[in-house]
């Protein structure tokens, strides 16, 4: 089942203080941006937040486990998101804490935008030189 619109206003509601919070829905979940970047992700049963090889330890070691994803073809696997500590909704402390961890790992990811290739421009009739 998809989160409501309610949960994903608290959501939004929940991480404002870390920046302009945006929330898209995707897979019949959601996905939760700060400032255009991707930090963690969301369904009817709770919030997983990014890791990368940097924060990923730190995850693990708090005894939380990363999301899973089933196929069609029967086949599982994992992405690179961790559920959140029951902690981050009633102890700011601990919001920032992995809110800020979840952050880094999203801006270390986010690629930066593509530089557009210029032409050179060329005069489509040039004039004659006169001798």
């Known amino acids: 089942m998809a989160p409501s619109s309610t949960y994903l206003d608290y959501l939004k509601?929940?991480?404002?203080?870390?920046?302009?919070?945006?929330?898209?829905?995707?897979?019949?979940?959601?996905?939760?941006y700060c400032d255009g970047a991707i930090f963690a992700i969301t369904g009817d049963e709770g919030v997983w937040m990014k890791v990368d090889d940097v924060t990923r330890a730190e995850f693990e070691a708090a005894g939380l486990e990363p999301f899973k994803v089933e196929f069609d073809n029967g086949k599982s696997g994992t992405m690179s998101y961790y559920n959140a500590p029951e902690d981050i909704?009633?102890?700011?402390?601990?919001?920032?804490?992995?809110?800020?961890?979840?952050?880094?790992?999203?801006?270390?990811a986010k690629k930066p935008p593509k530089k557009k290739k210029t032409k050179k421009k060329t005069a489509k009739n040039p004039a004659k030189r006169k001798s």
């Open 89 to 108: 909704y009633d102890d700011n402390d601990e919001l920032t804490r992995w809110t800020e961890l979840a952050l880094g790992a999203a801006r270390r």
């Open 13 to 32: 509601d929940l991480f404002a203080p870390f920046g302009v919070i945006t929330i898209r829905k995707m897979f019949g979940g959601a996905g939760i």
